[in-house]
């Protein structure tokens, strides 16, 4: 079993942008993630578990909706910035304003990802932490329960920024904040990573 993310890929002036509030953020708590690599600035659209075999049927269906969509001609405004706060810590996001065209295209994904999805999903469903510590429980809750809390009329399209103290999130929160569109440069699927990271490409439309 895996836990994948379908998902939309920023272009790179928004992948820098979305790197530098990750980098102020792990100024005090260093322990949050940091964008690289393996750790993707994203817009998710749908998250599922699948088995691995039927992955490539997956690959299929998203590439015909993205050519039906043409995804990439998406223009996204970042409208402003949440912050979630538990513990003395939490994680900021960009909320994404509403889009017909992308509702649309979520909807046509989670279409596709739930005839193929599976429940029970566990943390070896997901890429290792680095640092050997374990998937958080929210993590594989949060997939498990996509459908039906984050999906048709209760998605929320945003791109999450990192993991910060409470005292930073505020902070960042109550900072003036001048919204900004982007486009997407890919739709792809990848394989999740603890707090939701887009760890692993397994497939990109269009390819590389």
Do not use: K
Not at 63 to 77: K, Q, T, V
Request: glycine share 10%; charged share 20%.
């Amino acid at each position: 079993m895996i836990a994948i993310d379908v998902l939309l890929e920023p272009d790179a002036l928004t992948r820098a942008r979305a790197g530098e509030v990750n980098a102020a953020l792990r100024i005090g708590h260093p322990a949050g993630f940091a964008f690289d690599a393996t750790h993707l600035p994203h817009v998710t659209l749908v998250q599922r578990y699948l088995y691995a075999h039927d992955l490539d049927a997956l690959y299929a269906a998203i590439g015909a909706i993205a050519a039906r969509h043409g995804p990439l001609a998406l223009s996204l405004e970042v409208s402003g910035i949440s912050v979630r706060v538990e513990d003395g810590t939490g994680n900021a996001s960009w909320r994404i304003g509403d889009s017909p065209a992308l509702q649309a295209l979520a909807d046509d994904c989670l279409a596709a990802a739930q005839r193929l999805a599976v429940a029970g999903g566990g943390a070896e469903a997901f890429v290792a932490n680095d640092d050997g510590t374990p998937i958080r429980d929210s993590t594989i809750r949060y997939v498990e329960h996509f459908v039906p809390e984050h999906s048709g009329a209760h998605y929320r399209p945003h791109l999450t920024l990192g993991v910060g103290t409470a005292a930073a999130l505020r902070e960042l929160e109550g900072a003036p904040f001048a919204p900004f569109a982007f486009s997407p440069v890919a739709i792809a699927v990848y394989q999740l990573g603890n707090h939701g990271t887009a760890r692993r490409c397994l497939w990109r439309w269009p390819a590389d």
